[in-house]
Every structure is written in C-alpha cells, then in structure tokens.
C-alpha cells in the first residue's frame, strides 16, 4: 500500500542527545519536504528535497540537517538535541505541480 | 508577496448546521489552492484543490470549496456539518510557474456543537 511512513511517533529524550527522525515514503516521489509544528499551530518548513542528493533549508532556520541519498527515505538529524527543539515534525511528499502533498503521520519530539 | 490569511483562528458550528472556513490569498498570476484537515496527533490530510475550471471544487468527506478570483478568496463549506468535523484545518497556495513550496495559513480550529 502507497504510503508514507514515519518512525518514532513519540521521543523523549535529554538535552544533548543526537537523534534521527525517519521518514519513508513507498508512492516514488521525487518531492519530499519537513514541517515543524506546535501542537495545533501553523506549519513551518524546515527542510525539502526534489530528488537524490538535493536537499534545500527552509523558510523557518533550523538546527536540524538532512540527507537524501534514496528517493524513499528522507531522514532529519540534529545532533545535540535542546529543550526548544520540543515540536512535532512532519514529513511529506509529492510528485510533480501542483500535486498536493501527502503527510505522515508525525513525530512527537520532547527534549528534557 | 506569496501569503494565505484564515482570519479565524476558531469557528464554533451547531450541529447540522452549514459551516464555512475563511481563507484569503496573496500571489501575483493565477493559484493553486489547497485546504486539508489534521485531526488530534495525526499528519495532514488532503480535503481538495482548485486547478482551473469550475470555481466550486467538491473534495472528501463533503467538504467544498469555492474560489473566487474577484475576492482572491477560497472559502471551505459543507452543508450540513457533523461533530466528527471538529479538527485544524489549514488552507494553502502555490504560485504557478513556481515550484513546489506551499505556503500554508496558520489554521483555523473548528468546533462542531453537539
């Protein structure tokens, strides 16, 4: 089933941690993208990609970096966590214009 | 500027009764404009998009929408609205011509009144 695709749902985890965020898609678009988001507030992207080996920052600076070395999987990495890095992050993807994009479900980050 | 303004940050709606979600928009050209829905702890779900054509756009659960070019507005409607309605929904543009960066507004919560 096309999907997509991300791990964990919930972290919590101490200040200076290195984490990943994963994120797959299995539908083979070339787009994907990361939001950050409050709970219940707006979205802000942080990181996309348009293919293998392009990867592009944001509109909202982040900390956080990411790779895409195969066009299913987009990871997001920071490398020493802090307490205002507590957010949910959203993955997404899409294929073509103007195609909407497709969300995961999310990963609820705390940092202690 | 490329921007998307929903003027209400909340709508209270009766059970039964019809519902509407604002959503104005800033870009120069013609737009692609999308509305999706995000329950409790859960990603975004697409509802529908206008393209061109038709200016009501008919997308899931019910849920329409109408562009309106004069007003650059694309409000989202249902007839008849259910509690299982109540959920953030954001409203969000694409440029044409640009890429695929979309801007989202900052959502509007919806409250469906049993």
């Known amino acids: 089933e096309a999907d997509i695709y991300q791990t964990p749902r919930y972290l919590v985890i101490g200040t200076g941690k290195k984490i990943t965020l994963e994120c797959s898609q299995t539908?083979?678009?070339?787009?994907m993208y990361w939001y950050q988001q409050d709970p219940g507030m707006e979205l802000h992207l942080i990181h996309y990609s348009y293919g293998v080996n392009s990867t592009e920052k944001g509109d909202l600076s982040s900390e956080s970096t990411v790779s895409r070395i195969r066009t299913e999987h987009f990871p997001l990495t920071l490398e020493s966590a802090r307490p205002s890095h507590t957010s949910q992050y959203l993955c997404?993807?899409?294929?073509?214009?103007?195609?909407?994009?497709?969300f995961g479900p999310g990963t609820r980050l705390t940092v202690l | 500027a490329q921007s998307v303004a929903q003027p209400e940050d909340q709508v209270n709606v009766a059970e039964g009764n019809p519902l509407t979600v604002k959503c104005t928009y800033s870009v120069s050209g013609n737009p692609y404009l999308f509305w999706y829905v995000q329950y409790p702890n859960r990603g975004l779900q697409f509802l529908l998009k206008?393209?061109?054509?038709?200016?009501l756009v008919k997308g899931s659960y019910g849920f329409e929408a109408e562009f309106n070019k004069s007003q650059t507005s694309f409000h989202l409607k249902k007839p008849s609205a259910l509690v299982s309605d109540s959920a953030l929904y954001f409203c969000a543009v694409i440029r044409r011509g640009r890429d695929d960066k979309i801007i989202f507004g900052k959502g509007t919560r919806l409250h469906i009144l049993p």
């Open positions: 997404a993807s899409s294929e073509g214009s103007p195609h909407e994009q497709f």
């Open positions: 539908m083979g678009h070339d787009k």
């Open positions: 206008y393209i061109t054509g038709d200016n």
